[in-house]
């Protein structure tokens, strides 16, 4: 079992409708939490990030952290088409000054029709 | 804003070749990551240097090595090669840590082709 899981989709939605994505965890020593997004052939890119419980928001983008149930998810509000890409999340144990490294979920591919 | 940098983007090498990939992390950045993607994976973490020194290893192969120079690019060198290195290879730094681990912005990779 991977220490980290997410829904591979595809999921499909309206424009303007919220997506929620979500990842589960079983590793309880994480304690740094990401979200990246992912069009094909190009690098991950960093949409939020954070390392407590709770929410936080950025633009149409809001990221909730639940530590005591190992779930995170990512809500993006007025979804766009060009928001159709595949969305992973990443976290880490902060066990080292730096480098640490990043244990990706599998990526969960979303598609916002017009 | 820059980014990081990564060279080559494309790569075609044959069985038992090496390949050298290079990474250029973003100015003040001086941490390094480098990561496998292979075709509808995720990324895999193979290793990273935090001020040239290796700060964590990941599933990289004995035939692989990397390193951090004094001006803090890296170099992922690959010995040996087989047909199951054919991935998406990407390199992510991260700034100066302040008080927290602080987020890695990855470049556009480079992908190899092994044949």
């Known amino acids: 079992q991977k220490e980290v899981e997410q829904d591979p989709g595809p999921l499909s939605v309206p424009e303007g409708a919220i997506v929620s994505l979500n990842c589960t965890y079983s590793?309880?020593?994480?304690?740094?939490f990401m979200w990246y997004r992912q069009y094909s052939r190009k690098g991950p890119e960093l949409l939020m990030y954070?390392?407590?419980?709770g929410n936080k928001e950025d633009g149409r983008f809001t990221a909730q952290v639940d530590k005591s149930s190992k779930y995170i998810s990512l809500f993006i509000r007025d979804s766009q088409p060009s928001d159709s890409a595949t969305y992973l999340c990443?976290?880490?144990?902060?066990?080292?000054?730096?480098?640490?490294?990043?244990?990706f979920g599998g990526g969960t591919r979303v598609l916002v029709k017009p | 804003a820059a980014g990081v940098i990564q060279s080559p983007r494309h790569l075609i090498k044959e069985k038992r070749e090496t390949a050298t990939l290079k990474c250029y992390p973003i100015?003040?950045?001086?941490?390094v990551y480098w990561y496998q993607q292979g075709p509808g994976q995720d990324p895999q973490f193979l290793i990273s240097?935090?001020?040239?020194?290796?700060?964590d290893k990941g599933s990289i192969p004995d035939r692989f090595s990397a390193q951090q120079f004094s001006d803090y690019h890296s170099e992922l060198n690959m010995s040996s090669l087989e047909l199951g290195d054919s991935a998406l290879y990407f390199c992510?730094?991260?700034?100066?840590?302040?008080?927290?681990?602080?987020?890695?912005?990855f470049g556009q990779g480079t992908r190899l082709t092994v044949v």
């Open positions: 992510a730094s991260s700034p100066r840590r302040v008080e927290v681990n602080t987020e890695a912005f």
């Open positions: 590793n309880s020593a994480f304690q740094y």
């Open positions: 954070t390392y407590s419980s």
């Open positions: 990443a976290m880490s144990v902060l066990e080292k000054a730096a480098g640490n490294k990043l244990t």
């Open positions: 100015p003040r950045h001086d941490t």
């Open positions: 240097f935090y001020e040239k020194m290796q700060s």
